[in-house]
């Protein structure tokens, strides 16, 4: 189909139309045609045998109504027409398939630009497939995103088909400048961002989520606050019967557990909620980055935690190192 026969009304309803299709401008369609019809003079002129410089200087004049064009060669303040005699229908199809190409990948960076605006959020993505190495992941049917290795959690087994509550944690550039879309389940945001989605103090600011530290599917602490008298953010974060937090443990593997603790500026009231569910916490110093904290013989097991996570994650949570013992074994120590 020559392009430069193409009637007025039809080219231009076509373009017009493509365009509200694709939700993009119309001048960005027109763009790309112009791109396609330089590809196909310089594809052409070489077919012909003609020497064509890469740094040749090409100007597309084209109609957006009829959609009829000519090619000039720029060369400093000269310009010239070069279009070869009936140059249109190669270039039609050229432009055809440049078009197309085009299209795609401005709906890509459309999206890419719409999901740059959701960095930090949750979204839902399909799993298209999934190894040792990542899993690739559909967010709609024109973006795929990944989700690295190191930002998976091994207990999900995530396998084709699963639609599975993301992190959008970034947006990246391969060597190639295709923009990526990386996923996360193993950033602490994730967790964070269950409760900005499921806890409405927390969505209008209520609440505060202070600070967090997680071993992905294995145990998260979350220190919240609240800014208004009268709320209770912890309570709040639980929700009536444990209602909202068993909303958020089922986006998450089945064996983490997410302990909710009242943040305070109180360095040892910190340090005894963080060190949660073991109770009768006694502080005995900070100093240097290090707490001495002591416990009853019966909480010891509590307060450390199966291989030392619960007391390590207290230390994320408060940015303390934390030796946990009983009061007799720090009285040893001194000895």
């Known amino acids: 189909m020559d392009i430069k026969k193409l009637p007025r009304t039809e080219f231009a309803v076509s373009i017009a139309q493509l365009a509200g299709e694709r939700g993009i401008e119309a001048q960005d369609i027109l763009n790309i045609i112009e791109q ?25 004049e084209l109609s957006p109504e009829s ?6 060669q720029i060369d400093g303040e000269k310009r010239g027409k070069v279009t070869p005699p009936g140059f249109g229908r190669i270039a039609a199809q050229t432009a ?13 960076e459309k999206s ?19 190894d040792q190495y990542r899993a ?65 103090e927390v969505t209008n600011g209520i609440v505060t989520i202070e600070k967090i ?19 209770d953010p912890v309570g ?13 443990l089922a986006e998450l593997p089945s064996d983490e557990k997410v302990d909710v603790i009242q943040f305070s500026k109180n360095i040892d009231q910190f340090i005894g909620q963080a060190l949660s569910p073991a109770e009768n916490i006694k502080v005995l110093s900070v100093e240097n980055g290090l707490a001495k904290v002591a416990v009853p013989e ?7 935690g199966a291989g030392g996570e619960n007391v390590r994650l207290a230390g994320l949570l408060t940015g303390l190192e934390i030796k946990v013992g009983t009061e007799a074994d720090f009285a040893k120590s001194k000895k």
């Open 298 to 304: 019966d909480q010891l097991a509590l307060a450390i």
């Open 136 to 200: 690739n992941v559909s967010l709609d049917r024109e973006v795929e995103a990944i989700c690295p290795k190191d930002e998976m959690i091994f207990s999900d087994n995530l396998k084709s088909g699963d639609r599975v509550l993301f992190l959008l944690k970034s947006i990246e550039t391969d060597p190639t400048d295709r923009k990526i879309i990386i996923l996360s389940r193993r950033d602490p945001e994730f967790v964070a961002q269950l409760f900005v989605k499921n806890v409405p």
């Open 67 to 72: 959609g009829s064009f000519e090619i000039y």
């Open 213 to 231: 530290a997680r071993t992905p599917g294995e145990r998260t602490k979350v220190a919240v606050s609240s800014t208004q008298p009268g709320v």
């Open 96 to 108: 055809m398939n440049v078009l197309k190409q085009g299209l795609n990948d401005l709906q890509t």
């Open 36 to 60: 396609g019809i330089i590809s196909a003079y310089k594809r052409d002129e070489k077919e012909r045998g003609r020497v064509v410089e890469e740094d040749i200087n090409l100007e597309v």
């Open 112 to 130: 890419i630009t719409e999901y740059r605006k959701k960095i930090g959020s949750l979204v839902n993505g399909v799993v298209i497939k999934a």
């Open 236 to 248: 709040s974060c639980i929700g009536q019967k444990g209602s909202r937090i068993q909303t958020i």
